[in-house]
């Protein structure tokens, strides 16, 4: 084996080192030694040879002799050499760069420290003096949210500053829906006599969701006894509700119960008859009075008053077709319609006093509703109503229906008659202004104009309303739907 082959195997082991001493030498039978390649990271790919890494080269030591003699004053300036080559370190370069920046952010920062109490201090004292003099915006809440008054109702409540919220029933327009002055808008089931007190449960859901302070029933798709119902319920969670107490209401909607305080009152009351049985329907068109005029038959008792029905009665016994249960304990009122000038009120109770009172005359020619100062039928709600004797204090809204007969009988001063009353919002609030003037400022704009209710729902600043209810819907059928009557089970207690 030649004398070059002990270098050869060294050098081929170490072929991962890549690297080869340069005191080898080569033999000339000996191959070329390996050479590593390794990648340039340039712009332009290459490959060039990869060079052992160089140590960097420290200062020769000084003569032994030199070292003694300095020893004394090294060790002395040895801690000034250390400061020397702290400040000097390159890091001090980038703290000299970032300083000002730190400087300037320290100042903003304690002046900003300094302005922030004295700041606070006044923002707490605002808020003290605020809190006594502003109050958050009340939620209300308000149901019939496919009538006219409900919305004009949420105009008048979102104007004053309030927080309005409304519903519906199932199967309604929701015509509120698209109204600016509601926040939000639900929808519930329709009140099942079987079980009355979903319908509350309902409502006082809605009421601790919004956190609402007023409930407002215009009760114009179902009948306020449900609402009565729901009172207790919403006065528990902090819910005033403008309506009376379920007791109340059966009275007010009652005709049993109207007559009876007309009477009282020593006011006239239209002509009547009480069926509790088909042979008295029978007995009634055999006396021949359904021929000498305009008669309805209405529900009546503490259970038709629930179900607030009422229908026509045809002059001809054949045509008589009633599909609804007449008995003692669910009795019928035949009411004749005096003949003279209709009117409907709108009447605002609080505290069992008639605070205000909107009145409309019925336009049969013009088919509408016609505002009018009425003195008359004023004095004939402050009649009735100081001769109620509630069970509660009485606070909410109830319309008369009111006619103003030609001749007056009995002897009676007045000529007004009642012919029914209803508990809830009517049409004739479509007069009540937004201000605390009441219905005055608004009575004198629309006296002897007949109010349209299409007119009474557009708004310059809310008009979806109007193209939301003229728009999607033929001609036929824009007619706002009549309240769908509800059966009331003989078990439901009052």
Not at 215 to 225: E, G, H, K, Q, R
Not at 434 to 441: D, I, L
Not at 452 to 477: G, I, K, M, N, V
Request: net charge positive.
């Amino acid at each position: 084996m030649p004398a070059c082959a002990p270098e050869y195997s060294r050098l081929a082991r170490s072929n991962t080192e890549l690297v080869f001493s340069p005191r080898v030498k080569r033999c000339s039978h000996q191959p070329p030694p390996f050479t590593a390649l390794r990648r340039s990271f340039s712009s332009t790919f290459s490959l060039i040879p990869e060079e052992r890494a160089i140590s960097p080269e420290r200062p020769p030591p000084l003569p032994r002799f030199i070292r003694i003699i300095t020893w004394g004053p090294r060790l002395f300036l040895r801690p000034l050499f250390v400061l020397l080559s702290l400040i000097s370190h390159p890091a001090w370069k980038q703290i000299l760069v970032v300083l000002p920046t730190l400087w300037i952010a320290a100042s903003l920062f304690i002046f900003w420290k300094c302005v922030q109490a004295p700041i606070g201090i006044l923002r707490v004292i605002g808020r003290a003096i605020s809190s006594n003099q502003s109050h958050q915006p009340r939620t209300v809440l308000i149901s019939g949210g496919s009538s006219a008054q409900a919305l004009h109702l949420a105009r008048n409540f979102h104007s004053a500053g309030a927080r309005v919220v409304a519903f519906e029933i199932e199967g309604h327009f929701s015509l509120l829906k698209y109204s600016a002055a509601v926040n939000k808008f639900y929808t519930v089931p329709r009140p099942n006599p079987a079980d009355p007190l979903a319908y509350a449960r309902a409502l006082k859901e809605i009421a601790e969701r919004e956190s609402v302070v007023f409930y407002i029933p215009v009760s114009s798709t179902t009948p306020a006894y449900y609402d009565a119902l729901a009172k207790p319920h919403l006065e528990l969670v902090g819910c005033q509700c403008f309506i009376p107490c379920a007791r109340d209401v059966v009275t007010l909607d009652d005709p049993l119960e109207l007559m009876r305080v007309c009477r009282a009152a020593g006011l006239p009351t239209p002509q009547f008859w009480v069926v509790v049985c088909d042979e008295d329907v029978r007995a009634w068109y055999d006396s021949g009075a359904s021929k000498e005029g305009r008669h309805y038959i209405v529900s009546a008792g503490a259970r038709g008053a629930r179900d607030r029905l009422r229908f026509v009665m045809p002059e001809d016994r054949t045509q008589f077709r009633f599909p609804r249960e007449i008995s003692l304990e669910k009795p019928w009122v035949i009411l004749r319609e005096p003949k003279g000038e209709k009117i409907i009120t709108c009447t605002t109770l609080k505290e069992s006093r008639a605070v205000n009172n909107v009145t409309c005359r019925v336009d049969s020619a013009r088919k509408g509703l016609v505002p009018q100062k009425d003195e008359e039928a004023d004095a004939w709600v402050q009649r009735f109503v100081s001769n109620l004797a509630p069970a509660r204090s009485m606070t909410g809204h109830v319309s008369f229906r009111l006619v103003r007969e030609e001749h007056t009988t009995n002897g009676h001063n007045s000529r007004l008659v009642a012919i029914g009353a209803r508990v809830g919002v009517s049409l004739p609030y479509l007069c009540q202004a937004p201000s605390r003037c009441g219905h005055r400022a608004t009575m004198g704009k629309l006296l002897d104009t007949v109010l349209d209710t299409r007119e009474a729902l557009f708004a310059f600043w809310d008009p979806l309303p109007y193209c939301a209810y003229y728009q999607s819907r033929l001609p036929e059928q824009r007619r706002l739907p009549p309240p769908e009557p509800c059966k009331t089970p003989p078990n439901v207690p009052l």
